[in-house]
């Protein structure tokens, strides 16, 4: 059996032992919730937060090289993205700040007038 995709973190592929623990626990939590909301659907907060609190920090030492590559992968996505932010805000914020400083000279101007009259 081949690693499957964490059905949490969908970027971390997981042993096959560790996908049967997981799914267990998620199939458990999805049960919970169904008894208390026969509508239920999603995945619960209840297995997001077994993930993040228990179950990666436990499997952490296992996982650490996807981790990293992922942590690696995020940090080019910011940078992709903040170049693509100031392309298309950078112009707006200039012109806003254009905007600012004129109207704070204009309203410097009339405040001058008023106090020389």
Not at 2 to 26: E, F, K, Y
Not at 37 to 44: A, C, H, K, N, R
Not at 92 to 113: H, I, N, S
Request: some cysteine.
């Amino acid at each position: 059996m081949l690693s499957r995709p964490h059905p949490c973190l969908g970027w971390l592929h997981i042993s096959p032992a560790d996908t049967r623990r997981v799914m267990d626990r998620l199939l458990a939590e999805r049960d919970a919730a169904l008894e208390v909301d026969p509508t239920f659907s999603g995945m619960p907060q209840s297995f997001i937060d077994w993930t993040w609190h228990t179950w990666l920090p436990s499997h952490l030492h296992r996982y650490e090289k996807q981790v990293e590559a992922h942590m690696l992968y995020l940090d080019s996505k910011i940078g992709t993205l903040n170049s693509e932010l100031e392309k298309r805000v950078g112009g707006v914020l200039d012109d806003r700040d254009a905007a600012a400083d004129l109207r704070d000279r204009l309203q410097r101007e009339l405040d001058a007038r008023e106090m020389a009259s």
